[in-house]
């Protein structure tokens, strides 16, 4: 049985991409920057590279056919990246965004958007058979933005309240990588994976205060103060602008859902409730 390199091992959808795939009975192999810290299960073979420097990949990608790549470095490194892992690798699943999807929230020129297009036209034009999967917006974003506030009241202050979008758990992307990466017929697939209902931002603080049996309040707050308060928990201006214009796009609209998550898998996508449940440690003191 071949074995799966996957790249970003130690990451929100990484880790549950390793654990499925053990789950499987699929050999994997983890890459990551500091195996000492890795924490990833006893049968992960774990060897060092770093995607900064591309050099590091020839040991980990040794006898390897195929890759789950979650770019996690600046983009400076990708195209030496990626010819390092065409030269050794028959397939890739790369791990991108719904750049091409015509909905609001995800059209907001931003230097994501562009650098994930830069990045599948390296891996189409590298010869590699490939998969995109695209998911829109991570549920654990949630664990980020909204739990210091809410392990600390009752309040959350944010802006855009009325701003909906799909959340997905990272258990479902997982999911789908693992489906793609252990069988045939996915080449040249470009997946866009949601969560199964829209909600509004502040219907979502209220679904994380129903799994915890709190009433939470959603306060908003105008896009100058956020802008103001978010460098405390995202120390970097031009994500902040990208969000702020996604949300600022999405309100007052229903978010953009697929099924591909339940067609791949074979069950339906877990609700933003479901993910608040699995995750409700993170949310309490």
């Not at 953009?256 to 449940?277: C, K, N, Q």
Request: glycine content about 6%; some cysteine.
């Amino acid at each position: 049985m071949s074995r799966v390199l996957v790249i970003g091992a130690t990451g929100t959808v990484g880790r549950q991409v390793v654990s499925q795939l053990l789950a499987r009975g699929t050999p994997v192999r983890a890459m990551v920057r500091n195996p000492l810290s890795a924490a990833l299960p006893p049968q992960v073979e774990v060897r060092q590279g770093d995607l900064t420097i591309p050099e590091t990949l020839v040991n980990c990608l040794d006898g390897i056919d195929t890759v789950f790549l979650v770019w996690v470095a600046p983009p400076d490194t990708a195209a030496p990246v990626v010819e390092h892992i065409s030269r050794r690798a028959r397939r890739i699943v790369l791990l991108s965004s719904p750049y091409k999807t015509p909905h609001p929230f995800f059209q907001q020129p931003n230097r994501l958007r562009l650098f994930h297009a830069q990045l599948e036209q390296l891996v189409e034009a590298s010869g590699m058979e490939w998969t995109f999967l695209r998911p829109g917006i991570f549920a654990a974003n949630a664990r980020l933005w909204w739990a210091p506030q809410i392990r600390s009241g009752d309040v959350v202050r944010w802006p855009y309240a009325a701003a909906a979008t799909a959340p997905i758990h990272e258990s479902d992307i997982a999911a789908v990588a693992v489906r793609v990466l252990t069988e045939q017929g996915h080449a040249g697939a470009e997946y866009v994976l949601t969560g199964p209902e829209s909600s509004t931002q502040a219907e979502q603080v209220s679904t994380i205060g129903r799994a915890l049996g709190r009433n939470l309040r959603y306060e908003e707050i105008s896009p100058e103060q956020a802008r103001r308060e978010l460098l405390l928990i995202i120390p970097a201006p031009p994500i902040i602008e990208m969000l702020l214009n996604a949300w600022g796009a999405a309100v007052d609209q229903p978010a953009f859902i697929t099924s591909r998550v339940a067609d791949l898998t074979g069950f339906e996508p877990r609700t933003f409730f479901e993910w608040s449940i699995d995750h409700a440690l993170d949310f309490r003191c």
